[in-house]
């Protein structure tokens, strides 16, 4: 290290660069940090569920079972391929994150300057530094160099910093003016730009508690089939059941995994996104639908979030015996005047008129005067920071006038004139310096605020979210415009305060503080991460670099479409407009579709409970299997399309924190009686066959009466009686449970007291229509002859009605009874519902 920095001014020889090229100390662009495609494709399509779901299949294929094939694998293969197409898009787009540009740069190679690619830089390079150059590099600057470095993009900080000889430039800033010298001294992986490209590329996707909570449910069922596959197919192993049996009774076990589930959440979330975006939030993460929903801290930075990144002219304050309009009117003429404005002079011509003046020289601004000057006809005038121009005023300036605006945020900057009209503003050797000066006024400036902060504001303090605001400025200055945005704000800290607190005390001073400036991007993260480990689901707003990893360890992160493409890149939200005021929106949106999909859970999970404990009973009752792998597809019914609908009709309020202790409370109850009801159908239409309706019936009457009662002709054998008192029963089970499916419906969402025993009736007439809907098509099945084959179902039956009918309203005032009287919270010793 001594002898790097101890690098020859007219820097390496050709040879001793390639040389240094080859031992790996190129300043090559960073790669890789992501998953790779074959990773991708290999967890997402051959995830442990999918195969199951293609072993069954294959089978089945096998077996010429084609249609059985398709209804078993289809939606697996589909919310694979879903998932993949999603996981690739995400890390085509972090792959190509670079923070550098690559356009050349000027290195001193045998003692001339030579311009190459920013790659082809090696440490113990010696760079030249221009204004306009961003640095590639990190390094200290050379003797006899001076230059102002902008270290927005990293820090946040929106003054460029003065660096002198042996002070570091950090790559990924910018040189705004002055000239030197740059020993190349850590490139690459190893600089600060490759280390938050590498840490911006690393991919940080968090699992949404939704789907936590689902993943949780589908291994929950996915053992207890397993567990009844084992019984069942045991037992079908002793009866000497046929393979293709064997593997059919595996199919519709299967399916009783809620896999439709990931491709409702899919397509809820897609168009959830689709809605957000109408509010100017786009979605780049399509998990970010329902996470936003989630947000109760809004961690944000100042500028271009809160504030537009523009100065307005607050206050004009005269002094001494000046006049306002004589103050005014010179303000207006030197920012009307000056060649190079800055944001002062911009706000200030906003404002003000200006003549024009015939200027003689001039002293642009720069963050090391901190102070810039015109020098005309009408005189030689000052305008910069008070205490930079206090060592040259004939008289001070009264410190209160300063203080108690600075005190407010705002930004104070002094007019003064030089004592003497022939003075000018250089010493003998043309460099900057101030003559002696008379104080003439005060000028204050505001950063000038979003229209729609203050309401946004309010909103988020209506829906219970707190924030947080994160800036590279003074914290004075921020605590101010956090409090003229609306956001409580007590005495803000420093991030140097931050630098020595271990994890508890930082949790405690993060909990209490809504200010922090003056912080760096490790700052940043640190307090993300403290508002995660207090429980918290956070969500971090940025434009800049300096944002991004904060924005990686947030649960939702957004970034500004002006801001950085770092920044764009790696967030799960951009908001189009650079308005935060799209997220109140987008959050009601992903609450509306989150409780959507919760109502889905409860139908999903209700069918699956139900049918389990159907199928248990009738095995373990040696009556047969009571489904066939076609009648599970009456799901698209009873389950697919209700659930749709129901998704996006659902109301914007917050998310259920006890969402698996409510399924229990509703799913528990409704399955049992559900099934036990079920079963009952299931084993009355079964005897009418096996058994006959009365004493003395003979096969021969048996069948006679089946006949007469379902239109079906056949030969005299066992074998067809069995078979019709299957395909009687299966029918049956499967048009009582399409019904209570239905009815179940109107229980989750009510339009009147009649089934208003587990919620509040509601306003909204549309779940009713659905349900009424959903009886005409399958009504409209069971009399379609192709319908009913199809699904493996016989024609309209007289049995069938007088055995469903009545189990039907026993059902409903039995689960009505349990609902309303809570009994199997109850039973389980279940607290009641808040």
């Keep these: 290290m001594e002898q790097l920095m101890l690098a020859p001014a007219e820097g390496l020889s050709g040879a001793e660069a390639e040389a240094r090229r080859r031992r790996g100390e190129a300043n090559t662009a960073v790669r890789g940090g992501s998953r790779s495609y074959a990773e991708i494709l290999r967890t997402n399509v051959f995830s442990f569920f999918n195969l199951i779901l293609f072993v069954i299949g294959a089978a089945l294929l096998v077996l010429e079972r084609y249609s059985d094939a398709l209804i078993s694998v289809g939606l697996g293969l589909i919310n694979a391929v879903i998932s993949a197409a999603q996981e690739i898009r995400a890390k085509r787009k972090l792959d190509r994150l670079q923070l550098l540009d690559r356009t050349g740069v000027l ?10 690619a920013p790659e082809q830089v090696v440490r113990g390079d010696v760079l030249r530094v221009r204004p306009g150059d961003q640095i590639v590099v990190d390094g200290p600057l050379l003797d006899g160099g001076r230059v102002e470095a902008d270290e927005s993009l990293l820090t946040g900080e929106s ?38 490209t590498a840490e911006a590329r690393r991919s940080t996707t968090d699992k949404t508690p939704l789907q936590r909570s689902i993943e949780f449910i589908v291994r929950l069922v996915m053992a207890l089939t397993a567990l009844m596959s084992g019984a069942i197919l045991g037992q079908a192993v002793i009866e000497g059941f046929s393979v293709l049996r064997v593997v059919q009774i595996t199919a519709v076990l299967s399916g009783l995994v809620p896999y439709g589930l990931f491709f409702l959440i899919a397509l809820a979330y ?11 939030a786009l979605v780049q993460q399509v998990n970010a639908v329902e996470s936003v929903s989630n947000v109760d801290v809004v961690c944000t930075d100042k500028t271009g979030t809160l504030t537009t990144g523009q100065l307005s002219v607050e206050e004009i304050v005269p002094l001494a015996d000046h006049e306002y309009a004589e103050v005014a009117e010179v303000l207006g003429a030197v920012a009307h005047n000056a060649t190079t404005p800055n944001l002062t002079a911009l706000a200030l011509v906003a404002a003000l008129p200006g003549e024009p003046w015939r200027v003689r020289d001039e002293v642009p601004f720069s963050s090391s005067l901190r102070w810039s000057g015109l020098v005309a006809e009408e005189g030689s005038w ?69 229209e729609d902060v203050v309401e946004t504001v309010r909103r988020f303090g209506a829906d219970g979210v707190r924030l947080k605001v994160l800036s590279g400025d003074d914290p004075r200055t921020v605590a101010a ?52 480990r207090q429980g918290h689901y956070v969500a971090m707003i940025g434009d800049g670099v300096n944002d991004a990893r904060a924005l990686k360890q947030a649960q939702v992160g957004v970034a500004m479409r002006s801001g950085s493409a770092v920044t764009r890149d790696v967030a799960d939200i951009v908001l189009v407009d650079d308005s935060f005021a799209a997220l109140p929106p987008a959050q009601h949106e992903g609450r509306r579709i989150i409780n959507g999909i919760g109502i889905s859970l409860y139908v999903f999970l209700a069918r699956v409970a139900s049918q389990g404990l159907v199928i248990l009973g009738v095995t373990l009752l040696g009556l047969g299997f009571p489904y066939s792998p076609t009648q599970v597809g009456l799901t698209m019914f009873t389950v697919g399309i209700p659930t749709v609908f129901l998704t996006f009709w659902a109301r914007p309020t917050r998310p259920d924190p006890h969402l698996l202790r409510n399924l229990v409370r509703f799913v528990v109850p409704a399955a049992v009686v559900t099934a036990t009801f079920g079963t009952a159908v ?21 069948i006679d009466e089946f006949e007469q009662y379902t239109g079906l002709q056949s030969g005299v054998d066992v074998d067809f009686t069995t078979a019709s008192a299957t395909i009687l029963a299966q029918t049956g089970l499967s048009t009582f449970f399409c019904f209570a499916s239905f009815i179940l419906i109107l229980f989750l969402a009510p339009r009147s007291r009649v089934f208003g025993a587990w919620t509040t009736p509601g306003s909204d007439l549309r779940p009713a229509l659905l349900v009424g809907a959903l009886c005409l098509i399958f009504a409209a099945v069971l009399n379609v002859p192709v319908l009913w084959d199809y699904f493996g179902l016989m024609g309209p039956s007289r049995p069938v009605f007088l055995v469903v009918l009545p189990a039907l309203l026993f059902w409903y005032a039995t689960l009505t009874v349990v609902f309303r009287f809570r009994l199997f919270d109850r039973l389980l010793g279940m607290d009641p519902p808040s």
């Design 107 to 116: 290195v001193v190679r045998d003692g001339r300057e030579t311009e190459i």
């Design 159 to 196: 003054d460029p910093v003065v660096k002198h000889p042996g002070d570091d430039l950090r790559s990924g800033s910018l040189c705004v003016a002055g000239d030197g010298h740059q020993l190349a001294r850590d490139v690459g992986a190893h600089s600060y730009a490759g280390r938050l």
């Design 270 to 280: 897609t168009a959830g996104a689709v809605r957000i975006a109408r509010h100017g």
């Design 382 to 450: 000052v305008l910069g920071a008070p205490d930079a121009l206090a060592p040259r005023l004939r008289f001070p300036v009264p410190a209160a006038e300063v203080t108690s605006r600075t005190d407010l945020g705002l930004r104070v900057l002094l007019l003064a004139r030089a004592e003497d009209p022939a003075a000018g503003l250089r010493d003998p050797h043309g460099r900057p310096e101030l003559p002696m000066l008379v104080p003439v006024g005060l000028v204050a400036l505001a950063d000038e605020l979003r």
């Design 481 to 532: 415009i956090a409090r003229r945005a609306g956001i409580e704000a007590d005495e803000p800290v420093p991030g140097a305060d931050l630098d020595d607190l271990d994890d508890a005390a930082l949790d405690r001073v993060v909990a209490r503080t809504a200010v922090f400036g003056r912080v760096a991007p490790e700052h940043k993260e640190r307090i993300v991460r403290s508002l995660r």
């Design 682 to 702: 299931y084993t009355a239409l079964y005897e009418m066959i096996t058994l006959g309706f009365g004493s003395g019936r003979t096969p021969e009457r048996i």
